[in-house]
């Protein structure tokens, strides 16, 4: 029997499960093939639904499922937290001992949030990279009644990259919709000059920000926070007062990718950007946020490269080459406001050009958001 | 070769000389790729940034000037440019 496990119970993980599953279906069933996922919690989460939690677009409990209703039945779910991937012995230790060899492993384990990277951040700002806090700033957001908020992003990488644009415009139009906009401010920093990674999404996001009346400052790059002044300052000199501050929260690989010696400095595992293989590790796959490849770390990014893990480790499971490559493509959409979004459509060779804003575009958001569970996590299309 | 196809996406190379290979990265964007590995490598390292993004002709030099680190050269190379960065200080 030839073993293959997997680390990590998000977008990534749980697609690509269901996919090897239905890559191998008869040798699964015949039992030649074991599929194990390692999962904290047994809880999946859907974390592009927090930010629609602080503006109600979405609830709470629409945004978390039990990983196990989402697994094929043929997938083995193991709840624990992973220790340490021993690559020389092919086997992965569990918290408490558990040991689980394998012959290939697929690691999702994704990102992980580190808010106390920042001083000041834990006590000074509110954000929505986790549901608890999605749901303190949707509270702050309702007793809000005028002031300055300052948008910011305090580390670098962090997932979902044009997340920082969505909050901002959404917080524009709630703003309106609360009849608060003349008395409120919105202070949008970033830390390189403009306010996105490159000009074709940056340059139709600065016109509309100077449409919604946004300040932006850029490049600032954060140096600390001061919860008692409530002041952000930047690297730069610059120091912003507000009243309410959202702010991206620095992230990291997960812990057990650095004791295992898998990453580089932030926890990142190095690892090839088409055939998505651990570098150096022939029978280790990598996707989703958990790699070090500079695109988007998003849900959509897992869900892609999902394809192609899953055709390469079928591969390697009957003896071929894993051959299959993936190519850059990432498809996200971007919230202009509470009812409106484009969407940024890209591959390595071929930059975004975000379409103009409408209803249309939002109203797919929706659509994704209520059949991911299917569409995406069960891979049942 | 640092360039190829294949190579790593970040790799490290002897002595501190880092390549980042950015190309395709449209988001979050090449740019933002070198300040995040600027801020995390000690003074005097060098990077080679790989960057097939027409704006980063424009962006990298001023966001360089504006944060005081060296920009040594930039070369073009086919389909995409070469830019080697020296780390000035934290």
Redesign the interface.
């Known amino acids: 029997m030839k073993r293959v496990v997997i680390l990590g119970g998000g977008i990534g993980g749980t697609t690509v499960a269901n996919r090897i599953r239905k890559a191998l279906e008869g040798e699964v069933a015949t039992g030649q093939v074991q599929i194990q996922l390692i999962d904290r919690e047994g809880i999946h989460a859907y974390q592009p639904g927090y930010l629609m939690v602080v503006f109600e677009k979405m609830r709470p409990e629409e945004t978390r499922r039990d990983e196990a209703q989402l697994l094929h039945k043929s997938i083995q779910l193991v709840k624990g937290e992973v220790e340490k991937v021993d690559s020389a012995a092919n086997k992965v230790v569990v918290k408490g001992g558990k040991e689980l060899p394998y012959d290939i492993l697929v690691i999702a384990s994704g990102s992980v949030i580190h808010p106390e990277l920042t001083p000041g951040f834990v006590e000074g700002a509110h954000s929505f990279y986790d549901l608890a806090n999605a749901q303190k700033l949707r509270a702050a957001l309702h007793d809000f009644k005028g002031g300055k908020i300052v948008v910011s992003v305090a580390g670098m990488p962090y997932k979902c990259p044009v997340a920082p644009l969505e909050v901002t415009f959404m917080l524009d139009d709630f703003l309106r919709s609360q009849g608060i906009r003349d008395k409120s401010e919105i202070h949008y920093t970033y830390p390189i000059p403009k306010v996105f990674g490159i000009d074709t999404v940056a340059q139709p996001m600065q016109r509309l920000m100077g449409e919604r009346g946004v300040t932006i400052h850029v490049p600032f790059n954060v140096d600390k926070i001061d919860p008692a002044a409530k002041t952000i300052k930047g690297v730069e000199g610059e120091t912003i007062p507000y009243d309410l501050l959202i702010a991206i929260p620095p992230h990291r690989g997960a812990d057990f990718v650095g004791t295992s010696g898998l990453g580089d400095k932030g926890n990142w595992i190095p690892t090839d950007r088409y055939l998505l293989r651990a570098e150096g590790k022939e029978n280790i796959f990598v996707l989703g946020d958990a790699t070090n490849i500079p695109i988007s770390k998003a849900g959509s990014t897992a869900d892609y490269e999902a394809e192609a893990v899953t055709h390469n480790v079928a591969s390697m499971i009957r003896g071929e080459a894993p051959t299959t490559r993936y190519e850059g493509r990432v498809y996200c959409w971007i919230m202009t406001g509470l009812a409106q979004a484009t969407y940024i459509k890209f591959d390595y060779l071929h930059p975004p050009h975000p379409p103009t804003p409408s209803f249309a575009h939002y109203w797919n958001k929706v659509i994704y958001n209520r059949t991911y569970w299917d569409l995406t996590a069960r891979a049942l299309f | 070769m640092s360039g190829s196809a ?1 190579a ?4 490290s190379a002897p002595p501190s000389r880092m390549v ?14 070198l ?2 590995v600027i ?2 490598e000690p003074v005097g390292t060098e990077f080679e940034l790989l960057s ?4 980063s002709r424009k ?1 990298v030099p ?2 360089l000037e ?2 005081g680190h060296q920009l040594v050269e930039v070369r073009s190379e086919t389909g995409y440019d070469r830019y080697i960065v020296r780390k000035s200080h934290e």
């Open positions: 294949n790593p996406t970040t790799s980042v290979d950015a190309r395709g990265s449209w988001c979050p964007g090449p740019l933002m790729e300040v995040r801020k995390e097939n993004d027409e704006g962006d001023m966001w504006k944060a």
